[in-house]
Nanobody
Framework: QVQLVESGGGLVQAGDSLRLSCALS????????MGWFRQAPGKEREFVAA????????YYADSAKGRFTISRDNAKNTVYLQMNSLKAEDTAIYYC????????????????WGQGTQVTVSS
């Protein structure tokens, strides 16, 4: 049983930065993947970034490369998404997710989800 809670969203202007947090509780395992996804109104949920918890390997969508950084704090059981140079098209609800078995950009294979945090970028 794993619970995920996102925080850190808000309203910012284009070019600004935000740092999202995802707090993990329950049975946290040493070998699993954490992912960040986002979903805008009327759009499909899309992959943003992922992290191998045990070794720290990271993966990014093309839209996130060079601007976003996913990281972890093992002692705090927390995953972060640092978002820089935000654009209007980054506006979405951002979700934290956990996959107990393997890395994937496919949202349908993730086992646990947070309730999301809203990120709104105005131009």
């Amino acid at each position: 049983q794993v619970q995920l809670v996102e925080s850190g969203g808000g309203l910012v202007q284009a070019g600004d930065s935000l740092r999202l947090s995802c707090a993990l509780s329950g049975r946290t395992l040493s070998r699993f993947y954490m992912g960040w996804f986002r979903q805008a109104p009327g759009k499909e949920r899309e992959f943003v970034a992922a992290l191998n918890w045990s070794v720290g390997s990271t993966y990014y969508a093309d839209s996130a490369k060079g601007r976003f950084t996913i990281s972890r704090d093992n002692a705090k059981n927390t995953v972060y998404l640092q978002m820089n140079s935000l654009k209007a098209e980054d506006t979405a609800i951002y979700y934290c997710a956990a996959n107990m078995d393997y890395y994937s950009t496919d949202a349908t294979v993730y086992d646990y989800w947070g309730q999301g945090t809203q990120v709104t970028v105005s131009s």
